[in-house]
Each structure stands twice: as structure tokens, then as C-alpha cells.
């Protein structure tokens, strides 16, 4: 006669109704709106091996079981394997959800509350709040999700109206929400504080915009993660951190510091220098009677306009550096556009078109793989080199200049019959003297011509208008040069 345990059948897995009951358990707190979608991704991402070791540990305790009663132990089973290889794929991807979120969020320049699958409606909220401001202090402004506009207001006061939109899942959540969202002031010594408190409610998306007057010369640190900043009027030092944006800064005495990430900037009517550094978009400085100081990857579209001292920029491609301008400058992926400006001049720089006009001053360019035109106004030294592209200097009329010219894989033409032109099968030269006593003229080609032209007149070439779609303008050698980007508009982002 077989053994009766034998005869029976083993108990059916708890696994299955385990993983029903917590699906079904966070299903039913994503409805009441306990957890949002977000919110349960979030925590999927982070905690999912966890599901793991639970079904692992029901296996092991089921097999303990059977062997105890005498059952033949159940394996896996091919539902079990999908199990596993769903848990384990699905928890891999929330995973890479959670870490590629916040740049994904930032660079569609989408935040939580405009997703109707972040869960919730939309509540609108104002506050406002106002202190005494202390002689002499500092303003710091923090505000995570929204733009900040500050613009002068009274005297010995700091005041600030707040515009907020909060996603909940009704009225109640909302007015909970908000009120753990209230802006707050506060004041240690001579430090005054602004918080936006947009973190107050949580992983809940609360905007707010902050409209701020301050006395008109508080020195400012402002910093914004997502959204606008604008500062208007202020006769202290600025100093701003921000992430995806704008940035617009004007009418102002002191100097101004700009980190920026994933942003635009445009700063004008500035007393002081201005400094500019990190990633961004476009940038656009225009009136400052300081030195303008920018470094960093802006994707290579700047726009600068009557820089009264120093001018330096770096990125990884170009590292130029004169001691003033007086017209406008131009610079993209690939081409640097400038004219009124004075040396001495140090331009380094690859694979951009490069047209300088009205030059004073010493220069130094070195070029690779595109064409240089430089117009010179008043020379000093220039030095010029050039790799795998022409090169034209026009000089104007009674210009004194010493030259020295050479050009491998390529050829020279000159319009001045003081200078000795010699043009062999690889190697053309160029040398003489135009008029007396003048600075050195050093041009060194590969692979490119190099023309020395005779100007038509002797002023310094007017600015070209500084509106958005200017008309294209054309080159000394006849080639229609592009319109300069437009600066970035204050109604984009």
C-alpha cells in the first residue's frame, strides 16, 4: 500500500498570491493618492531587490516545508523564472528612470506639474512676506522650481510676492501642500535669507514664482535650478547660480558673477566687470564699462557688444583675450565675427571662419582649417599663421608696415608694389616695406592663399545695426558673410 503522503498532492506556492497582494497594495495607494506614479518609481528603483530576497525567502521556506512532511520539493517553475526576469528587468529600468530623471526632466524643459501622468490637478496659491533689511547686508535667493524677478523697492526693506502652482490630488492635499510651501525670510547679522521652500511638501511639484523688491544697493546671491531670473536696477555686486533658463541682468553699478548650467544669459548697462562661466546656450553681454570675463561651453554663440576694458574668453576650442571693443563681436560653432576692437590681441583658435575689421593694436592669430580676413585701422605687431585655409589682410590707407609673408601648398597677391612677391611650384614668399618705420606684419599659410590688400578708406567700419536679422554684410573678399544670431529673447524657457 503506497504512504498516504505519498498520495498527497504538495501544497500549491504562496509566492504568486504574495506578488498579487503587493501589486494590488500599491495600486490601491497610487488611487487614493497616497503615492503618486513618480513617487512609486522612485521607490521601485531603489528597493526592488528586495522583492528578490521576499520571493526567495518564501522558496526557501517552502522547501524547508516539504522536506519536513516528506513532499518532493517544487523548483522553480517556468512561471517563476518570468517572475524573476520581470522583476529584474523592470527594476533595472526604473533604476536608470531614477538616475536619468532629473536631465531628462531638465532638458525638455518639462517639469513634474505639466505631466498628467505625475498624477494630480493644478492649484494656484499667492503669498507674500517682507522684513526689515539690514544696512549693508547681503540678499541670498533660493528657489529650486520658478522664476525670480528682483527689481528696486524701498528702502531698508526686503519685500516678496509669491505665485505658486501645486499638483495634488484635491483641494485639501493642495492647501496642505501649500501651507508647507510658504516662502520664508530670514536674518542672521547681515545675512538675509529667501527661501522659496518649493522642497516644503515633499516629492509634490510646487512652482513658485517670486517677484522680490530690494533696496537698491544690496549686494545679491541668487540661486535657480529651473526657471527665469531677472535683475533690474541694483547698485551691488550680483552673483547667480543657475540651471536651465534665462538669465537677464541690466542698470546695474556693481560687478556681476554668473555660474550657469543649461542657460542662456544676457547682461547689459553694467557698471562693473562681468564674469560668465560654466555650460549653457546662447550669451549676449552689451554695455559694460568693466572687463568682461567668460569661460566655459556655450555652445559657442556669444554676442558681445561695447566691452569698455578687458575682454577674455575660453572654451575647449577657443582662447582669445584684447584689451577693449568698441563694436560687436560675434562668435558660434564656426565662425568669430568682430570689428572696433584694439589689442594687443591674442586669438587661438580651430576649424572657424574668422573676420576681423577696424583693428588697433598688436595681434596674435593662430587658425586651422578655415579662412581668416583681418582689417587693419591702426597696426601694431601682427602675427598671423594659418593651417589649411586663406588668409587677406587689408590695410588701410597710409599704413606703415613691415612684411613678411610666406604660403607652402599655396600662393600670394599683394596690391602694393613695394613688396617682392615671389610664387614657386610649393612655397610663395612675400617681403618689403610699406611706408617707413613701421610694426612687423608676419604671415605664415599652409595649404592657402594669402592676399595683402589696399583699403579704400581710413576710418574704423561702422558697428553694423544690433537687431535681430541684421542683413548680411559682406566680406572684404567679396563672400556674403552670415547675419549674427539674434541674443536670447527674455520670453523663451
Not at 531638465?106 to 539690514?134: C, H, L, M, Q, R
Request: net charge negative.
Amino acid at each position: 500500500m503506497a504512504s498516504p503522503v505519498l498520495n498527497q498532492r504538495p501544497p500549491r506556492s504562496i509566492a504568486g498570491p504574495v506578488v498579487l497582494i503587493l501589486v494590488g497594495v500599491v495600486f490601491l495607494l497610487i488611487t487614493l493618492g497616497v503615492l503618486n506614479r513618480i513617487s512609486f518609481v522612485t521607490l521601485y528603483g531603489k528597493y526592488w531587490p528586495a522583492l528578490l530576497i521576499v520571493w526567495g525567502v518564501i522558496k526557501l521556506a517552502e522547501h524547508e516545508q516539504a522536506k519536513r512532511l516528506g513532499f518532493p520539493a517544487r523548483g522553480i517553475g517556468a512561471g517563476g523564472i518570468f517572475l524573476c526576469f520581470f522583476i529584474v528587468v523592470s527594476g533595472l529600468a526604473a533604476t536608470q528612470f531614477v538616475q536619468w530623471w532629473p536631465n531628462i526632466r531638465d532638458n525638455i524643459n518639462v517639469g513634474d506639474a505639466d505631466w498628467d501622468w505625475a498624477g494630480g490637478t493644478a492649484y494656484d496659491y499667492s503669498d507674500e512676506a517682507s522684513k526689515e533689511f539690514p544696512a549693508g547686508g547681503t540678499l541670498r535667493i533660493n528657489d529650486d522650481h520658478g522664476t525670480v524677478t528682483i527689481n528696486v523697492g524701498e528702502e531698508k526693506m526686503v519685500k516678496v510676492s509669491a505665485r505658486k502652482k501645486i499638483r495634488a490630488d484635491n483641494q485639501g492635499d493642495a492647501d496642505n501642500y501649500n501651507s508647507k510651501t510658504k516662502p520664508e525670510i530670514t536674518v542672521n547679522d547681515r545675512i538675509v535669507t529667501l527661501n522659496a521652500n518649493t522642497q516644503g511638501a515633499g516629492d509634490r511639484s510646487v512652482i513658485t514664482d517670486l517677484d522680490v523688491f530690494v533696496p537698491k544697493n544690496v549686494e545679491l546671491v541668487v540661486t535657480g535650478r529651473r526657471g527665469d531670473i531677472t535683475i533690474n536696477g541694483t547698485t551691488g555686486n550680483v552673483a547667480v547660480n543657475h540651471q536651465r533658463g534665462e538669465v537677464n541682468i541690466s542698470d546695474l553699478t556693481g560687478n556681476v558673477v554668473i555660474d550657469m548650467e543649461k542657460s542662456s544669459t544676457r547682461v547689459s548697462h553694467v557698471k562693473g566687470d562681468v564674469t560668465i562661466q560654466g555650460r549653457g546656450d546662447q550669451v549676449a553681454v552689451e554695455d559694460v564699462d568693466g572687463a568682461a570675463r567668460l569661460s566655459g561651453e556655450f555652445q559657442e554663440s556669444v554676442r558681445l557688444v561695447r566691452i569698455s576694458k578687458t575682454v577674455s574668453f575660453k572654451s575647449a576650442r577657443t582662447d582669445m583675450e584684447f584689451a577693449r571693443l568698441d563694436g560687436r563681436l560675434d562668435l558660434d560653432s564656426s565662425d568669430l565675427r568682430a570689428d572696433s576692437l584694439t589689442g594687443p590681441m591674442r586669438l587661438i583658435t580651430r576649424s572657424k571662419d574668422i573676420t576681423l575689421d577696424g583693428l588697433s593694436g598688436d595681434l596674435r592669430l593662430q587658425d586651422d582649417n578655415g579662412t581668416v580676413e583681418v582689417g587693419l585701422h591702426k597696426p601694431g605687431n601682427i602675427q598671423i599663421e594659418n593651417r589649411k585655409g586663406d588668409v587677406q589682410v587689408t590695410l588701410a590707407p597710409n599704413t606703415a608696415v613691415k612684411v613678411e609673408a610666406r604660403s607652402r601648398g599655396g600662393e600670394i597677391s599683394s596690391d602694393f608694389s613695394e613688396l617682392q612677391v615671389n610664387n614657386g611650384d610649393n612655397q610663395a614668399s612675400a617681403s618689403g616695406s610699406i611706408g617707413s618705420n613701421g610694426p612687423n606684419l608676419v604671415i605664415n599659410s599652409e595649404h592657402g592663399t594669402i592676399e595683402i590688400r589696399r583699403g579704400s578708406v581710413s576710418v574704423t567700419p561702422p558697428t553694423p545695426p544690433d537687431v535681430p536679422g541684421a542683413p548680411s554684410r559682406p566680406s572684404k573678399s567679396g563672400k556674403a558673410l552670415p547675419a549674427p544670431k539674434a541674443a536670447p529673447v527674455e520670453s523663451e524657457n
